[in-house]
């Protein structure tokens, strides 16, 4: 409790020790008009569970057919792969997590550790990028919430539907956030639980069906009939999959004993979503074989369960995948919400937008600029392309995080005191780096551009708003 951290944001360019003020990490802080601070209310398995319910989607259920016609196989290996990778990115993020444990996670961390600039550029990046990925969960839920309908026998007309239960469910989650965190984090718990159980299941009779134990046996399969490379370019490919684990630290400011859980938190989260998807796509190949697998596309997984447990066990899996979008949007939306308040508590949006509902604890302006464009984006569609920027535009952050803790590291200001440390941090941190920046290589050019350009337009928006507040003596 005697140590200090930091509370401005280099507001005037100055360095992050100068602004050092003491923590509430250790107590469930009250909220306050002026404080503008958040009551600490998500334990670790709520933790777990945003961590979780955010990766869990894509990894599973679209991926499984796409992976295997690129890997074979060996496309168990490619999710290994990313898990790898999403681990030497967690570590450096759980350390700067204790250190650190504020509201807007990646943000936060770089803003101290790199200065303003690179803080505002991924912190207004992250906000949009965020929005892009809460409207493609909503748009999924909407189609998935048609196709279970549809199995069930209820027939419903084509994209008005999808859109308007995308758009129904995206303002419910947003008002439950509204209404308190602990509420958001309740449903996240129930929902990711029952997904879970659904997983579980489905992988223990497949993987007994993959051992042999039962069903019929299938024809051995060369592991990498591609080559080596294939591997790593779908690892590229599904490493979208995990990139839900930093949402874990962007919501640190609502974590009870940030020194513990928000470390087993984001660790934990990956380690679990690493498991279910190297499972679930050895027991998807053992069931069809890659080939055949492939060509099921982005419903392989609808099939594989099919092919297990009939039309029971397609409707099942279809509850799970509109179960993960669920978890996915609601989590997301918590996220935007905490991102958009860190940045306004630093002045690099207005300031009102951190300002806190003192009957319920949230932002509720932060929540309005997070739920109200995604509302915009699901009612236009198109948000395909706009999930591959907001992937791009967490790598960015993801990199820049791993540089932020050699940076905090080398300097070691006085108020750098985390309670948990990255062993081995030059090696963890500069491969977590160079293979965050080294997976922008293989999105499409598109989404490198789009990217590109927001992160452009952030740095502008810091030079012509932050510089001008400053001039006028607000900073």
């Known amino acids: 409790m005697g140590t200090e951290r930091p509370e401005g944001a280099n507001r005037a360019g100055e360095s992050p020790e100068t602004v050092a003020l003491p923590t509430d990490a250790d107590s469930d802080t009250a909220v306050t008009e002026e404080g503008s601070e958040l009551e600490r209310s998500i334990g670790l398995v709520g933790g777990v569970s945003i961590g979780v319910g955010t990766m869990i989607g894509a990894g599973i259920f679209v991926f499984p057919g796409l992976a295997a016609g690129e890997a074979g196989p060996a496309a168990p290996a490619s999710f290994a792969i990313g898990a790898v990778i999403a681990l030497l990115v967690a570590l450096p993020a759980s350390e700067l997590a204790t250190a650190m444990?504020?509201?807007?996670?990646?943000?936060?961390?770089?803003?101290?550790?790199?200065?303003?600039?690179?803080?505002?550029?991924?912190?207004?990046?992250?906000?949009?990028?965020?929005?892009f990925a809460t409207a493609f969960y909503l748009v999924s839920f909407g189609s998935y919430a048609a196709a279970l309908l549809a199995e069930a026998g209820v027939r419903i007309g084509g994209l008005p539907v999808v859109d308007a239960l995308a758009l129904g469910f995206g303002l419910l989650l947003t008002a439950l956030n509204l209404f308190g965190t602990e509420n958001a984090?309740?449903?996240?718990?129930?929902?990711?639980?029952?997904?879970?159980?659904?997983?579980?299941?489905?992988?223990?009779?497949?993987?007994?069906?993959?051992?042999?134990?039962?069903?019929?046996?299938?024809?051995?399969?060369?592991?990498?009939?591609?080559?080596?490379?294939?591997?790593?370019?779908?690892?590229?490919?599904?490493?979208?999959?995990?990139?839900?684990?930093?949402?874990?630290?962007?919501?640190?400011?609502?974590?009870?004993?940030?020194?513990?859980?928000?470390?087993?938190?984001?660790?934990?989260s990956v380690l679990i979503v690493a498991v279910l998807y190297v499972s679930t796509i050895f027991v998807a190949t053992s069931a069809f074989g890659s080939g055949r697998l492939s060509g099921f596309g982005e419903t392989a997984i609808v099939e594989v369960a099919r092919a297990f447990g009939g039309d029971v066990g397609a409707l099942t899996i279809l509850i799970g995948g509109l179960l993960a979008?669920?978890?996915?949007?609601?989590?997301?939306?918590?996220?935007?919400?905490?991102?958009?308040?860190?940045?306004?508590k630093d002045a690099l949006l207005p300031q009102f937008a951190s300002r806190v509902n003192l009957q319920y604890g949230t932002p509720h302006v932060a929540l309005s600029m997070a739920g109200g464009p995604v509302l915009v984006l699901v009612a236009l569609g198109e948000v395909e392309l706009l999930a591959e920027v907001a992937s791009f535009l967490h790598l960015v952050m993801y990199g820049l995080i791993c540089v932020a803790l050699i940076a905090m590291r080398r300097d070691e200001p006085e108020w750098y005191d985390p309670e948990f440390r990255v062993p081995a941090y030059p090696l963890v941190a500069g491969i977590g780096a160079l293979a965050s920046f080294g997976l922008i290589a293989f999105m499409e050019r598109e989404s490198q551009i789009i990217g590109a350009a927001i992160m452009i337009a952030a740095a502008g928006w810091y030079k012509y708003y932050a510089d001008d507040v400053r001039l006028k003596g607000v900073l």
């Open 185 to 268: 984090a309740k449903l996240q718990n129930y929902v990711v639980g029952l997904l879970l159980t659904i997983l579980v299941v489905f992988l223990s009779y497949g993987g007994l069906d993959a051992l042999g134990v039962f069903g019929t046996t299938s024809t051995p399969e060369t592991f990498m009939p591609f080559g080596l490379m294939p591997v790593f370019s779908t690892a590229a490919l599904v490493f979208t999959s995990y990139l839900g684990f930093a949402q874990v630290a962007t919501v640190a400011g609502d974590i009870k004993d940030p020194g513990r859980n928000l470390p087993l938190a984001m660790v934990g």
């Open 101 to 131: 444990p504020k509201s807007g996670g990646g943000y936060y961390f770089i803003s101290r550790g790199l200065g303003s600039l690179p803080g505002a550029v991924v912190g207004i990046s992250i906000w949009l990028g965020l929005v």
């Open 325 to 344: 979008t669920v978890s996915s949007a609601n989590a997301s939306i918590l996220s935007t919400s905490r991102a958009v308040f860190a940045v306004s």
